[in-house]
């Protein structure tokens, strides 16, 4: 909401009416999300954090939080003021706004977690609701039932099956109040799901993840992991995700990373009555203090020691203030992180300054034990902490959908370098999902001629190759067009064709990253992927001048080339026409299977369309354009991360390949693989069609169906319920996102198509 200061701040705005309650994204990472809630009282930027407010107990004042923090919403409990007649009056008459002195969101709790913590509460469901919506709150809380940890799972079953019972009477008497459904369901993953799939088909406007106060106290941050995604994934994607109860930011950069678009605590306040000071890392008391864990301004002219010494009522409202501010500032790091394509490394690096929240982190990005390996000696072995996080038993394989949720949200490629973060890089969903496509869709063209048996491995430099392989590859086109060229990177074998893809080729770390001579064991397995696992390995080290020698020089030596037939390899260079067709076939290499990769086409399909294309290239050897033989420029390489862009032409020539029909809804077609189908289309509505083929964005409202394949980042095809190509562009989301949100860019147009182009 901006930068914090003195002085009164100005009201909030009113969102437009035909807006309020809905949810847009503006920006995203992986699940990670920004977001616009749009309310009576202003639109809330998310992620965000609600401080709790208790109206009897003002550690910080609303109005404080308003104005110096920029803070666009708070919570504060119903109950506490239905209770209090003093307070109930004064909300009744003037509102809970005026109550508060607060001008911005006020979302209010409903007394389920009072009714945990000191036993049954004495309100109805309905009427609850109903004194919420009375005093004007922008939006309320439905009385659910609370599970807690040491229930069975017959009883935790009971308060899912009660709070959704609930649901149709709250929900009557909300009126146009936006109402929370929590979501319960204890440690059991599918009654988890079942509260999400049965609250999400009711008209709530957010979905908190409650009963999680108590994870947290445990410091049980794996199944703090495991609740939100037996949770999130089943929920409406066009509702905000609150995490009811958690307000330490240590927990941020995880949560977010997973989904979760609201928090609310008051730990702020509560911690600081304890001298207990919130950090990124964890609490640390006041009491021993000499340096302060991070510099706040509240504190910028004060020592902990001079601290100590303030009266208590001024110590519990400084630290107080010191808590938000430490929060808010981490609230800010992930936000940017979002903006930034950070969000999981910031995760990553926050995971290692607790233990709990490394367990957690390493179980999410770790693959479940392998059931084909097991042998009963290596039951009880555990050889490191990644192997530890493993699922065993029972429970292996059975969170692999939630991983993949968390995988297919994430855009690849993407710009920017990658920085080495040993194991774990490996493990960062992104890079999960270049690894998987790259296995999915690219093979080797199986030409006949020399090589066709072999493989050359090249190691032991980082790129960028092509100035100092192009002469190489040129010969080694002409005399064993059969050979593929892998390169090893650091997080996997790469097609030479495929030099300049992000992440492979930009990852930044030590030297010996690039250095180390590849296992051959590794290397066959990975292979075997890419449907090469019997083929000979022929390693060649790229480091140092020499390298056409080296090369040549263990071709010979494995037998690829006969040292009689051959001798001219060695001693002769290739003349201009051999060198110009063999580089003219490398580029066509090059085009070609980045469209089979990135855009998902057929590999005959885009041999045909190439065939006797031609492609304008820089000085450097780098094809900036692709032109088919009728002269249409297609697609274009780009520099910054390896990827491909189309352009009308190509558009209009890829979408007359389209073979399968037009999709209706968004959900996928059973037993369809999606493999080599082309890039997904977006079916539109008429009414956005004409602003569509002037080249304008698309707009969540306006989408009828999708492909299920398609993930932010993805080329995609805009088209009407004709199946007429309407433009092209790069989507904002995944099919779920299509399906639910009506406020929002969909797709970012890259390009209209106007009738007469047809």
Known sequence: MGAWKEGRREDPTPCREVDRGLFEITARDGRGRLGRLHTEHGILETPALLPVINPNIRTIEPREMWDRYGIGALSTNSYIIWKHEGLKDVATSDGVHTLLDYPGVIMTDSGTFQAYVYGDVEVGVEEIVEFQRSIGVDIATMLDVFSRPDMTEEQVAQCVQETLERAPASIAASGTTMLNGPIQGGLFKQLRTQSAQGMGEFDFAIHPIGGIVPVMERHLYKDYAKIMLASIPYLPSNRPVHMFGCGHPMLFPMSIALGADLF??????????????????????????????????????LTPAEVREMEKKDKIALLARYNLEVTLAELDRCKQAIRDGTLWRLTERRSHQHPALREAFLWLSTNPHNKKLDLQFLEDLVLDDRDAARDRDVNAGKWEHAWNWIVDSQESPRKGGEPWGGEDTNSRPHVHAAQSALKLHWRPQNREGKGKEEVLVAYGTSGPWRERLSDLMARLEHHCPGLEVMIQTPIGLLPYSLEDLNPFTHIDGPQWLWRRRPNPLSVREELKHFG????????????????QSRAIDALFDAGVFDGESDSDVRLQPLDKEQRDEAKLRLQRRHVADKMVLLLNLERETVDDMLNDSTFVVNRLGRVKNAILSNGTHIVSPRL?????????????????????????????????????????????????????????NVFHGFILGCDSWISPG???????????????GISQCTPADMQF????????????????SV
């Open 741 to 756: 949100f009506r406020k929002g860019v969909a797709v970012k147009t890259r390009g209209g198509i106007k009738e007469d």
């Open 714 to 728: 993805d080329t995609c095809l805009l088209v009407n319920l004709k199946g007429e190509l309407l433009g092209h």
């Open 532 to 547: 090469m696992g019997e083929r000979r390995v022929i390693l060649v080290d790229l480091l140092g001048d020499g390298i």
């Open 264 to 301: 609310d605590s008051a730990a702020y306040a509560l911690f600081a009555r304890d001298g207990r000071l919130l950090t990124p890392w964890g609490t640390q008391k006041i009491a021993t203090m000499v340096e302060w864990p991070e510099r706040m301004p509240c504190v910028a002219h």
């Open 640 to 696: 910054t991360d390896g990827g491909l862009s189309i352009t009308d032409g190509g558009a209009l020539e890829i979408h007359a390949q389209r073979t399968i029909p037009l999709p209706h809804g968004f959900e996928a077609i059973e037993n369809q693989s999606s493999v080599s189908m082309g890039p997904a289309w977006v079916v539109l509505d008429e009414d956005a069609e004409p602003f569509v083929r002037q080249g304008r």
